[in-house]
């Protein structure tokens, strides 16, 4: 069964899902092995994902589908979902899946992520778990994108986040260098999510901070990310 690629039309304006496809139309080709250096805690976050048998699982942002193909690969029997508004990224997706030999188990779709729902796939049923690995610092719109993502979830369903942290800890010049060079790809670490996280990190599965505040990991519940534990405005 070939990797199904679900279209959808998306709502909010093109500009976004256009600037991806300028960004990485050629990056794509090269983005799994020059990411390894500096998107860290990725693997931490799903190697310890521990879904239920037969769990959905989401990713918002799924890029080249290289977090889905771990993932299909430890956990054999669970349904996975991709999103991205690159088309271009989808296409290294898709032929990546092909490769792995995954495309019974690996669904994409090309929405945005403020339009996350089972319909983008053809369904009805929720997700079980819902992650974002470094994408929430390349969503315009993070804070719906998130709230979105609660709603899409069924009973207990997770949502699970790896991503920038404020850099706090690190030298000073190789903070200002990093932060340089994310904003060549248009992406900005969320630093009042990560403050709201940390305020209410009591309401959390898990909660952590890497190394020198560079990036942090959640796992929680939708009930945890409810509107009193993250800024809605």
């Known amino acids: 069964m070939p990797a199904v690629r679900c279209r959808e039309t998306v ?3 093109g500009n976004h899902a256009a600037l991806m496809d300028r960004i990485y139309r050629r990056q794509r080709h090269i983005y799994d ?8 805690g990725r693997d931490t976050l799903i190697d310890s994902l521990q879904p239920k048998p037969k769990a959905r699982i989401l990713e918002v942002g799924c890029g080249t589908a290289r977090n889905l193909v771990r993932l299909a690969k430890l956990y054999p ?16 997706a898709a ?11 690996i669904r994409l779709a090309h929405a945005y992520a403020a339009d996350v729902s089972a319909k983008l796939f053809g369904e009805d049923a929720l997700f079980d ?5 470094y994408s929430l610092s390349m969503i315009p719109d993070w804070k719906q994108a998130l709230r979105v993502a609660a709603e899409a979830l069924g009973p ?6 790896v991503d920038f942290g404020d850099l706090k800890g690190c030298p000073r010049l190789a903070r200002r260098a990093l932060l340089g060079w994310l ?17 209410n990190s009591d309401n959390f599965a898990e909660f952590q901070l890497l190394m020198g505040r560079y990036a942090f990991i959640l796992t929680s519940v939708a009930s945890g990310l409810s509107s009193s534990a993250l800024p809605v405005a």
């Not at 092995?33 to 860290?40: A, D, G, N, S």
């Not at 778990?129 to 690995?133: A, G, L, N, V």
């Open 33 to 40: 092995f020059t990411r390894k250096y500096y998107l860290f």
């Open 156 to 161: 207990g369903g997770r949502i699970h986040i």
């Open 183 to 199: 904003r060549l790809f248009h992406v900005e670490p969320r630093i009042e999510l990560l403050e709201t996280l940390e305020r």
């Open 95 to 105: 032929q990546n899946i092909a490769a792995a030999g995954l495309e019974g188990q």
């Open 129 to 133: 778990d819902i992650f974002f690995s």
């Open 77 to 92: 029997g669970r349904q996975l979902f991709g999103l991205d508004a690159s088309e271009a990224m989808l296409e290294t």
């Open 11 to 13: 709502t909010a304006s």
